[in-house]
């Protein structure tokens, strides 16, 4: 059973009105946002159940919209996040899905482009209390937390590609936690996410992408 | 140090002659590994949020987003600056801050949620209000946190306190439990007194429903966090003055969660039963279409 700290029951610190609308949404998209390279350009985020429903009366949209700027679950400027996104110069749109309705009840797709023309989609679930979900990185089906340091590899399938990964960590005394492996299709692309216990410093950045098949690195803490 | 139920914690307590937050500190440094003054910083920030929370609406009312609340604390704060209230001092500064911190909720304000969003209120509004009252220091009032955590960590841990797994009972009600067994620690009770009076709120909260109206956190919601601290108060007063219960909180805490499972879905937070089903809720709300 994972560790309920005395701050979990008080807290999170968050702005209102729901954990699982306000404070999860805008942590879905926090993370969606690493996972993108580069700055967002434009946004459109799709909502599920009863996102789609209550959107508006919870804040969802704003919380969203924040989140995607970098903001964290107790930033006041959430408020006024519309606002700061045309500031940004940051596109953005959300269309409610009543259609799809064997989802989890508190899901959004946020699908982003970065200034460079880069685009990318991602799925998260918001499970209550300010816990979420990423559970789809483009088409494929993921499942990670955000709780850990993280590390969010975007490689060809190819032989070595973990091995060079987990070389680079061990250089930097990072132990792993937890690391799951993913992929498109047989030796096309692939997603590893590793979950580790210390912070993960930028260098290692740096050297994953001296690896040839290794295409993008996200690191989410 | 670590406890997984009640009975674990009242052996704690008394093995090592430890009040319920001195074990809940203990527990939180050894399992977070974390040094006491780092919890001490961020309990400090808890205190500092749920303070502005519960005062500023009081001064500043605000429209929620959903248009269903807005100005009951400033209300309330009226009416007890002309000397009209007829509830005791703390229970009406209590249930004013506790419908603040609903406000500011409500309104996109920052809040800690205690254990929830929808009952952020109850804790802040009870320990703020004997804070007014009897003059505790913070130090004193952060410690009451620390307790009331340990009943929200087992209610988190053994049950629920998702209105849309248990209803508001698991919501209001371990809220309600968790400022009762603060209060009493606070007034110089014990441990088991504490408990005691945890276990009384969940019994006389059990099978409250979860209806918010257009299933936004707003109306019934706001009106419960006052009798939330109402209930909290009527336990911690009984349990100080030598009231035991038949029933532990070990015991109570998995009673809530059975009849929570056992509520039809209307009632759990989906806002197709209860309140928000009524035909005054439904022309206010006007989701429907």
């Known amino acids: 059973m994972p560790f309920i700290s005395v701050f979990d029951v008080l807290g999170p610190n968050m702005i209102g009105p729901s954990s699982s609308h306000t404070a999860g949404a805008c942590v879905i998209a926090f993370l969606a946002r690493k996972m993108l390279g580069g700055k967002p350009k434009k946004v459109e985020f799709i909502l599920y159940g009863s996102f789609a429903k209550t959107y508006k009366g919870h804040g969802t949209d704003r919380a969203l919209l924040g989140g995607l700027m970098g903001f964290g679950t107790d930033d006041v400027r959430i408020r006024d996040s519309f606002n700061i996104a045309k500031e940004r110069g940051i596109e953005y749109k959300f269309t409610p899905n009543s259609e799809v309705t064997d989802i989890h009840p508190n899901t959004v797709d946020v699908c982003m482009e970065d200034e460079e023309g880069r685009s990318v989609t991602v799925r998260g679930e918001s499970l209550g209390g300010g816990k979420v979900r990423i559970v789809k990185i483009g088409e494929v089906d993921i499942d990670f937390s955000g709780e850990y340091s993280a590390l969010v590899l975007v490689h060809k399938d190819r032989p070595g590609v973990i091995a060079y990964t987990t070389k680079i960590l061990c250089e930097h005394n990072i132990n792993i936690a937890f690391m799951k492996l993913y992929r498109e299709s047989k030796g096309n692309r692939a997603y590893t996410i590793i979950e580790s216990d210390e912070s993960i410093p930028k260098t290692v950045k740096d050297d994953l992408y001296k690896n040839e098949y290794i295409s993008q690195v996200m690191i989410v803490q | ?289």
């Not at chain 2, 307590?13 to 977070?32: F, G, L, P, T």
């Not at chain 2, 003059?135 to 929200?152: E, V």
């Not at chain 2, 056992?262 to 806002?271: D, G, N, Q, S, W």
């Open chain 2, 1 to 289: 140090m670590d406890f997984s139920n009640a009975k674990e914690l009242l052996e704690l307590c008394d093995s090592n002659k430890m009040s319920i937050s001195e074990v809940m500190k203990q527990r939180e440094c050894d399992e977070s590994t974390s040094s006491k003054e780092e919890i001490k910083e961020k309990m400090k920030r808890v205190l500092q949020i749920m303070r502005d929370s519960a005062t500023m609406p009081i001064n500043t009312p605000m429209k929620s987003m959903g248009g269903l609340i807005g100005g009951e604390a400033k209300k309330l704060s009226d009416y007890r600056e002309a000397k009209k209230n007829i509830s005791s001092s703390v229970l009406s500064r209590g249930m004013m801050y506790a419908m603040a911190v609903l406000e500011c909720n409500a309104s996109m304000g920052l809040i800690v949620a205690a254990p929830t969003a929808g009952s952020s209120g109850v804790v802040p509004g009870l320990l703020l209000a004997m804070q007014d009252v009897y003059s505790f220091s913070d130090d004193k009032i952060m410690d009451a946190l620390f307790a009331a955590g340990a009943i929200g960590y087992l209610a988190m841990r053994n049950a629920t306190v998702a209105g849309a797994v248990g209803g508001c009972q698991a919501e209001m009600g371990v809220a309600s439990a968790m400022a009762a067994a603060g209060a009493v620690e606070l007034m110089g009770g014990t441990p088991r007194q504490s408990l005691d009076a945890a276990s009384t709120v969940l019994m006389n909260m059990l099978g409250l429903v979860c209806d918010p109206v257009g299933g936004l956190v707003e109306y019934p919601c706001q009106n419960r966090n006052a009798s939330g601290v109402a209930n909290a108060l009527v336990a911690t007063d009984m349990a100080l003055a030598g009231i035991t219960q038949l029933i532990p909180f070990d015991e109570m805490l998995d009673t809530m969660y059975r009849v929570g499972k056992r509520m039809p879905v209307e009632l759990r937070e989906t806002a197709l039963g209860g309140c928000a089903v009524t035909k005054s809720a439904c022309e206010a709300c006007g989701m429907c279409g």
